[in-house]
């Protein structure tokens, strides 16, 4: 007699009809494919776990917010932000959408320079820009927005020196309702401390006054908070023009719309709080147009969007090291990345998902990352289906800041693949290896041998 | 030696109602004929060669799955605690 197949044993609660948190129970759907192309077998080929990015994604939501806000103003820039997500070929994709480049250091400076962007369509922020960062961005003509007076100073000073005439913005701080205030970056603009960096500026007649920038926050969730800061702005160069007869070219708005990612204790999804690239055009640039600016002064809007334009394309595949069962008899579930290549976990409840189609029975579990630390926690308790080692799993919207912040530990850091508008992936940054940390190190002479 | 509480209830369909707390299971067919051993008062050893009879499954999997299984009865509270009862 042939023996029936085994099934494995499972038991489940029952609290069918009851509705969870977000509404009825739902079932963890797999996410097998990205763009077409099977991720199993994008592990099996370049290993894991694995950095995947669409420039499918990347180009559709680019589109999507460039839409949003040309379609209700007639001067429209984006600046990619480099730091939320520097690899060559991901600037490059938003550098052939028509995106400048915002950066925050003589590094990323260097390196949107070394991808071909023209030194004057450069935005240069930060709090942390060395002399010869400076000098850099004078010879290149490049947009210096200026963050405190030592910088001004210095800004001035060099103007002297170089006999040059550096192109200037100020950063911008000010209450947008918004609370803890970000008033760390900028001048203040309600204690008048933003007027008077003008004042300064405007009568060393040594730089060019071409803008104002402000970057309110990140990941925020309301329009009026734009609102506001627009309008304040607004206000600064309509002063500035009625002062000094002086008009602006610009009005950079920095970054900080929020992503469809779910903030770490949120109550809803963040695919149902984000706001759409509409709603923040709407309300920035109905606040422009109703300001007191001439309409044939509208300066051009530029905007640093960061996040937004990138968590929805990057993905972390990767693999089930093991599962265990925690002293309270949670699951736990130990999966090959951890929070050092996922640094977003620490504030965000992440999507993440089988790959393939697994057991119906769901249980309270932990995820865990490999590093022999307690901190490494990628999902503190979620309802997930019981995966065995072996089993894959990916992390959906990891596009923005994982690849910049990442930090290497025990480990190499993984391949970051790309899957062209046609499905095909090519690698864009390779695996770490031994010796590329060696290469960067030096022995002493006196500690090159030993006896053991 | 692991024993179900006395007020669980168990149908022949699998549903499972601890009477004790209001709450309410399923247990797939597996995991029903391992209950239903277990209350019968079979041990690890002879409910492995039941199954194993039964079933096309290696013992090393049927092991990793049934104390899996059994962890997961014990978080729900369904067993007997040492000393109680
Ligand atoms: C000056 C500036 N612009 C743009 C950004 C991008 O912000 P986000 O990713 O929130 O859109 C940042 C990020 O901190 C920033 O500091």
């Given amino acids: ?452 | 030696m692991l024993k179900l509480k006395s007020n669980v209830a168990i149908s022949e369909s699998g549903f499972v109602f601890d009477a004790g707390t209001g709450d309410s299971f399923s247990l797939n067919a597996t995991g029903l004929e391992i209950v239903q051993l277990i209350q019968a008062g079979k041990d690890f050893p002879e409910i492995l060669k039941i199954l194993s009879e039964k079933y096309e499954v290696d013992p090393e999997s049927f092991e990793r799955y049934y104390y899996d299984f059994v962890a997961t009865l014990k978080q729900m509270n369904l067993f007997v605690h040492h000393g109680e009862e």
């Fill in chain 1, 1 to 452: 007699m042939s023996k029936l197949t085994f099934e494995r044993p499972i038991i489940q609660r029952i609290n069918a009809g009851l509705p969870s948190k977000y509404g009825m129970p739902r079932r963890l759907e797999p996410l097998s494919q990205i763009d077409g192309v099977s991720i199993e077998s994008l592990l099996q080929e370049f290993g894991s776990p694995l950095f995947i990015l669409s420039e499918q994604t990347i180009r559709k939501t680019y589109r999507e917010a460039y839409r949003a806000f040309s379609s209700r103003y007639p001067k429209v820039q984006f600046s990619w932000s480099y730091k939320t997500n520097y690899l060559n070929a991901v600037c490059n994709i938003f550098h052939q959408e028509g995106a400048w480049a915002e950066v925050v250091s003589g590094f990323e400076f260097q390196k949107a320079l070394a991808n071909g962007v023209p030194g004057e369509l450069i935005i240069f922020n930060g709090p942390d820009k060395s002399r010869e960062d400076l000098k850099m961005a004078i010879q290149h003509q490049s947009l210096i927005h200026i963050d405190h007076f030592d910088e001004l100073y210095d800004v001035i000073h060099l103007s002297k020196e170089m006999e040059e005439r550096p192109k200037v913005a100020i950063r911008v701080n000010l209450d947008t309702g918004i609370y803890p205030l970000w008033d760390r970056f900028g001048f203040n603009f309600e204690n008048g401390e933003a007027g008077d960096a003008l004042t300064r500026i405007m009568s060393s007649e040594r730089l060019d006054l071409v803008g104002l920038h402000t970057h309110i926050g990140t990941y925020m969730l309301s329009t009026d908070a734009y609102r506001i800061a627009a309008t304040k702005l607004a206000s600064l160069a309509v002063k500035l023009e009625r002062k000094y007869g002086h008009l602006i070219q610009y009005i950079d708005m920095g970054g900080g719309f929020a992503s469809k990612n779910t903030l770490k204790g949120a109550y809803y999804p963040g695919t149902d709080t984000a706001p759409s690239f509409d709603d923040f055009a709407e309300a920035i640039t109905s606040a422009l147009m109703s300001s007191d600016i001439k309409p044939d002064h509208l300066p051009m809007l530029i905007l640093e969007t960061g996040r937004a334009l990138i968590d929805d394309a990057g993905y972390l595949a990767g693999t089930v090291l093991a599962t265990k069962r925690l002293s309270d008899g949670r699951r736990a579930t130990i999966i090959d990345a951890g929070v050092n290549l996922l640094f977003t976990s620490f504030w965000y409840d992440h999507d993440i998902r089988p790959v393939a189609p697994v057991s119906d029975q769901s249980e309270d579990t932990t995820i865990f990352g490999p590093l022999c630390m307690n901190i490494d926690v990628i999902r503190s308790n979620m309802m997930f289906p019981l995966l065995k080692k072996g089993d894959r799993f990916v992390v959906r919207r990891v596009g923005a800041y994982n690849m910049t912040q990442w930090m290497q530990f025990i480990t190499f850091r993984p391949t970051v693949i790309l899957l062209d508008k046609e499905g095909k992936p090519h690698v864009i940054r390779k695996k770490e290896s031994l010796e590329t940390f060696n290469s960067q190190e030096l022995t002493p002479d006196h500690l090159k041998d030993f006896d053991l």
